[in-house]
Structure formats: structure tokens, C-alpha cells
């Protein structure tokens, strides 16, 4: 690391500069600066070479799928449009720590008037990067290592490791990825894990060591993922106290799993969006590439956002799943859905709504739930167009029930079951966005529907999550 | 199990009554149960019948793991989750049903004595057998052990237990011996307790004990589990008094309770030679 070298592309055949050459072009040659001098912002130019300084490990190969459209552009503004895109792929690919751009007009033997050259001026990561956090969080610290390869084989492959090491748990996971060159959306990842779980609600322990390996690609609009897993599951209590029904699920089992998720993801932001859909299928097949675990799983999430008056925003959203059990062994406690919570149904404890033993919440085969939320800007706006946009106030009303169905029954039946016992809530409160990723929210929340064996937070509820109803 | 474990399950047991539907668990009997699990769990029945407690049997292929101390066999009491033996002598006895409460301070040392040599030799011996002799480790332990599971979890679950028994041996010292000088031992555990049972009935005269219980448990099995050699069960049968405390116990606590109540606990298996 740390040479620097300048390597100059030929333009790609297709695009050669020769073909937008005029004639008369050519003959121009005198010496004086003044002459030369020109307006090229209405005029055709010709961007005759790219170049791409500061390449060390990074192969030329996959550049030249970013880069290629700069060569098809065909005035100056086009020109700056699209080596602007190109330096935005070029960041995307994640292997350039900055990218900058610089056109000039052509140099050398075969330059022409119009000709152009653009620089792509980059800087590479660095071959290895490292990170270190401490967490706190459930009963339990730990020490995050993360190590991160990437560009390991000079085509944006990238390698991760993570290593955590916790007062109770250690877990660590690694992961290759390697996107298909010039369409970074196709891409392929490998995965090796070990995770360990500590669930108070089931009081479970579940320890879960696999591989999965998965290929992403679009197709028009949405995004689709296959993907297999095959992983060694050990479940265990956490106290000596756990319900019987949560003993008899310990034990070991091996899960492979084929699934397939489909997302279609047109809103402006995954956290507080103002406008836009959003529809995630997901699928999961069990049991017939191998392991002792049978089941077929299906899952969906909607949500509709819509701006109305005053920067306000309705957001609503439904989600729903279905388990079924395949084959004569019934499901498992890792496998079951869960519901309720402060990024659920809020106004209830975290997982703590429907099936039940002993006060271990044991997970529902099927479950639904619906929320409507009506986001406004923080009273008088303090702090407008900077920190205080990072808040919102929000009214909800959520929805939902979870059970376990008698699949001899017919969906008729299903359908009444899952509409009996509704549990919901209503209340209000505030919204932080954390980055792009996670969300806050402090609430007061007034549970509804509540059936026996439920736990609520009747009042102030706090939450924090990814995932948001 | 702790000290203050022991303190709170005998505190909390003491308050119900021993309830109809207590249940004992093990792993599964045909395909899975090993020499020295299924020993164990003879033990603990034969305690419980000669203790009159109701128990039923039931097999899992998790035993092991839903068990709370990892070992089998463990016993299902109202809400109560309780194993091995020696806990379980301890909860019965806080359920106000005891073996040993005839016997002196003297007696009771003893009786512990010997409970813990059948422990720290026949349980060893067998365990040995089972997982540090490579036959019987690849032609019975192995398959038997991870039958319910799918490939290739099965050889990573049996070679575990391996090693870990591998590792428990090592720290014992065991893990230099042969097999003959295993049976030596196993020889010599039955010569001290062939010499203590003497001409009596049971081990501390009329009254059966936990420790009838546990060497019931422990020869009973060794004499009617087939493994890959007979050596270890030759061993046992040079001890005509052992045998004849087997068959008496057998019959006593086994095949007349089974003709009383056709019970739904029945404990089927071969008879003795």
C-alpha cells in the first residue's frame, strides 16, 4: 500500500473517441492559448480517455463497467452528469475511500478540440480495517472485534469477521460477498455463524452455529433473495425455573432451509419515510434439503405512507405469518412467531402477548398485526432544519393477535380465530431516527383487548429497534 | 447439585404431596439409552418402588438435554424438575419418604461410602466401556447415542459426547488404563460389596436402601445389556450372593408389582440367568 499509480483506460471500442471525430476537426493546431479557449457547454464533445489515478489492488475489469457510460456522453453537461453517477457507482462498490473528478480537455498526439478527458482520482480502503465497540444491553456486556477485508480480491469482494465476547455469550460470524462486476444489485454471499440468544420472555437459551449462502438480484422493481441455511440449533433453559413445556424443546436440532424474499421498496427513507410503499414477502422452506425440521413459513409486511397537511405524515402498515408444521413432529419454540413490544404492538411487554406456559411465552404458528400512525414535527418545531428534525411526534393505534391454529380446520375457521381476542393499543409520544437504520421512541401507551396470560406496559414504554409496526 | 438448591427444593417439596402423575424421563429404550443411563434409571425406579411412589416412565430423545443438571434420568414432580439419584433420595425424603432413616449415624456413613464406590467404579467402569473402548464405542455407543438425529449432526453430537467423556477420564486418571484392568476393578468393586451383602437380604439387613437401589440399578443392567463382549457381565456373575440379590429384588419390586397393578409403569426387560 501507500505507492500510488496512474494507469490510463482505453475507451471502450464500442465508444472509440475516432467515432465522433470530424474531419475538419483535425486540422486545427495553432499555438496560441487564446484561440483555443472555447464554450463547450452547448457544443458535441468527445470524452476521448478516462483515467482512474490511485488504482493499487482494485482490477481495471470491473471499472470499466461503472465507468462506461461517460464515454456515451455527448456535451459538457452530460459529460458532468454522468461522471457525477459513475463516482457515485464507483463509491457504492464501497472498496474507494473518497472519488474525486476531473475534466479536462484532451491531451496528446491524438487529442481533437473537443475532446475530453476525465480523471477519476480515487483512494482505496485500506486492504484491512478494524473495529471495536463495547455493548450493554440485556443483563449482558460485550466487546465487539469486527475485522473487514475489503476489496480482497481487487473486484469488491469483501470479507467481514465479527468477534463478540460477552460476560455471558460469545458469538462471531464471517462473511464473503461478492457482487456480479457492473451490476453491484447481483451479488452473492457466504456466511458462517455462531450466534447465541437469550430469550427472558420463553426463558429460553438458543445457541445457533450454521452457513448460509444467498444471491440477491432485481428483476424491474423489486429485489429478490434466495437463499439456503443449514444450522445446528441447541435449545436450552435459562433458569431452573423455566416452565416444563420450555424443557421438553431443549435439545438439539438441524435446520436447513430454503427461502426466498421478495422487496419492493419505493419510500424516501427506511426510517420515518414521507412517502412511498413498502411490500417484503418471505418464504421458508424446511426439511427437504436435509435436518430433522419440517415447516413451511410465510411471512409479509406492508406499509403505505402518505404526507398530508403541515409536514404531517400517515403511516399505516399490516403484518402478518403464517407456520406450518410439515410431517408429524410439532413445531419448534425457535421456529414460532412472536408479537408485542415497543416495535410491535406497543401498550405489552416484549413478546409477551398469546401462547403461554408457566408465564414463558411460547410463540404463536400464526399471527397478524396492523398499525396506523400519524406522524407530525415537534410542537413550535425547535431546532428546525437540524437537530430537531431528527424528531417526531406520533399518535398510534396498533392491532394485532397471535395464536396457534388447528390446520384440519379450514381457513374460515382461522380467519375467526384470528379475529377473536384482538389485542390493541392507542397512545402517543416521540420518535428519534438514529442514522438511516434504527429508530427511538418514548410513548404513552393505554393497552387494549388485553386476554389473561398477556403482560403489559400500561403507561410510558420506551423502545428501540430496526423494525417498526 | 448446590447446597442452596438442595436447601430450596427440600423446602418447596416438603409442601405437596407426592402427586399421581409424577413422571421419570429417559432417553428412548430401544434405540438410544446407553448401559450407563439406563443404569441410572433403574436406580432411581427401584428407589421409587421400593418407596411406593407412583412413577411413570417416559422416553424422550432429549432426556439429556431437557434434563436440568444434563444427566438422565430426571423425575417431573408437580412443577418440580429433579435429577440423579442422589437429589431425588433427597426430595423423596422432604416428601416424607425415606430408606434410610432406621439407620444409625455409623450405618448412614457407610451406606454413603458404598454409594459412592458404586459411583466412582461400576458408573466409571461402564462409562469407560462404553466410550474409551473402540469397538463398543463404534459398533454401540456411537450409533445408539445419536440415532434421532439427522446427518451429519448425529456424528458431531456422538463424537462431543466422546470427547467429553475422553476429557472426564483424563481427569480421573482412567484414561490410562486398559480394558482388563478395568474389569479388575470392576471385579474388585463386586468383591467389597459381595463381602458386605454377605448372607443378608439386603445391604443393611431386612430394610432395602438407596444403596440396594443403586447396585440393583447398576448389576441388574451390566447382567442384561448386551455389548460387545460378554466380559463385563462374567465379571459380575462370579458373585453368586449379587446374583441372588438381583433376582430377589427383581422379583420383589419388579415382577409382583407389575402382576398387582398391570401397571402403566412397567419396566420390561430380559430376566436374569
Known sequence: MGTVHARSMDPLPMQGPELGVQADDMDLGEPDREEKQEVLENKDVVVQRVHIDGLGRTKEDILTYEIADVFRAKSLIDVMKKSHEARQKLLRMGIFRQVEVVIDTAEGADAVPNGLDVTFEVKEMRRMTGSYNTMVGNNEGSMVLGLKLPNVFGRAEKMTFQFSYGTKETSYGLSFFKPQPGHFERNFSLNLYKVTGQFPWSSVRETDKGISTEISFPIWRTNHTLKWEGVWRELGCLARTASFAVREESGHSLKSSLSHAMVIDTRNSSILPRKGALLKINQELAGYSGGDVTFLKEDFEIQLNKTLFWDSVLSTSLWGGMLLPLGDKPSSIADRFYLGGPTSVRGFSMYSIGPQSEGDYLGGEAYWAGGVHLYTPLPFRPGRGGFGDLFRTHFFLNAGNLCNLNYGEGPRAHLSKLAECIRWSYGAGIVLRLGNIARLELNYCIPMGVQSGDRICDGVQFGAGIRFL | ?273
Open chain 2, 1 to 273: 447439585m448446590s447446597l442452596a438448591a438442595e436447601a430450596f427444593v427440600s423446602q418447596i417439596a416438603a409442601a405437596e404431596p407426592w402427586p399421581e402423575s409424577a413422571t421419570l424421563y429417559q432417553p428412548l429404550k430401544e434405540d438410544q439409552i446407553l448401559l450407563s443411563d439406563s443404569a441410572s434409571s433403574l436406580a432411581v425406579q427401584t428407589f421409587l418402588r421400593m418407596c411406593g411412589l407412583p412413577i411413570q416412565v417416559t422416553c424422550r430423545p432429549n432426556a439429556e438435554y431437557m434434563s436440568p443438571s444434563g444427566k438422565v434420568p430426571f423425575i417431573h414432580v408437580g412443577n418440580q424438575v429433579v435429577s440423579e439419584l442422589g437429589p431425588i433420595v433427597q426430595f423423596a425424603k422432604a416428601k416424607g419418604n425415606s430408606l434410610s432413616d432406621g439407620l444409625d449415624d455409623v450405618q448412614r456413613a457407610e451406606m454413603k461410602a458404598y454409594m459412592e464406590l458404586v459411583n466412582n467404579m461400576l458408573l466409571t467402569a461402564e462409562l469407560y466401556i462404553q466410550w474409551c473402548d473402540d469397538s463398543t464405542a463404534s459398533e454401540i455407543s456411537r450409533p445408539r447415542y445419536s440415532s434421532p438425529y439427522a446427518w451429519p449432526l448425529n456424528h458431531v453430537l456422538s463424537y462431543q459426547k466422546q470427547w467429553e467423556v475422553r476429557k472426564k477420564m483424563n481427569a480421573i486418571g482412567w484414561a490410562g488404563k486398559n480394558l482388563e484392568q478395568v474389569y479388575e476393578d470392576v471385579s474388585q468393586c463386586c468383591q467389597a460389596l459381595s463381602q458386605r451383602l454377605g448372607t443378608q437380604p439386603y445391604f443393611f439387613n431386612k430394610q432395602p436402601t438407596e444403596l440396594d437401589a443403586l447396585v440393583f440399578g447398576h448389576l441388574f443392567t451390566i447382567l442384561t445389556t448386551q455389548l460387545a463382549s460378554d466380559d463385563l457381565a462374567e465379571k459380575v456373575k462370579a458373585f453368586s450372593n449379587l446374583l441372588s440379590f438381583c433376582h430377589r429384588i427383581e422379583q420383589t419390586y419388579f415382577k409382583e408389582h407389575d402382576r398387582e397393578s398391570s401397571g402403566s409403569s412397567r419396566h420390561s426387560k430380559g430376566s436374569l440367568p
